[in-house]
């Protein structure tokens, strides 16, 4: 069973930046859609960026537009979620998710994703 494991949160100011890693293991992530999602205390878990497995397709949630970027390194394993000029409002658990398939599309749906990683704390201070 594909394996997610997410890494790269932390605490940093409002008008900073992280980058969010989230690595597989067992599988390969080649053929795997590959969506970052985020939830906040009391809210519920909202799509913040998605990638097709064949890397072409991108979809970013409005709220981050502009803010983050999305990228995949198949040969690591890895994909990556570049979020600058972070504010409080993205305080949240990153969770990143995998679905077989999703070759030249992604869809920031959290129904249609099978494999989870277990989150990590992104906490922006303002």
């Known amino acids: 069973q594909l394996q997610l494991v997410e890494s790269g949160g932390g605490l940093v100011q409002s008008g900073g930046s992280l980058r969010l890693s989230c690595a597989a293991s067992?599988?390969?992530?080649?053929?795997?859609?590959i969506a970052w999602f985020r939830q906040a205390p009391g809210k519920e878990r909202e799509g913040v960026v998605c990638?097709?497995?064949?890397?072409?397709?991108?979809k970013y949630a409005d709220s981050v537009k502009g803010r983050v970027t999305i990228s995949r390194d198949n040969a690591k394993n890895t994909v990556y979620l570049q979020m600058n000029s972070l504010k409080p409002e993205d305080t949240a658990v990153y969770y990143c998710?995998?679905?077989?398939?999703?070759?030249?599309?992604?869809?920031?749906?959290?129904?249609?994703?099978?494999?989870w990683g277990q989150g990590t704390q992104v906490t922006v201070s303002s």
């Open positions: 998710a995998a679905d077989l398939g999703m070759i030249s599309l992604c869809v920031l749906s959290p129904k249609l994703y099978d494999y």
């Open positions: 067992v599988f390969t992530l080649d053929s795997y859609g």
């Open positions: 990638i097709s497995s064949s890397g072409d397709m991108t």
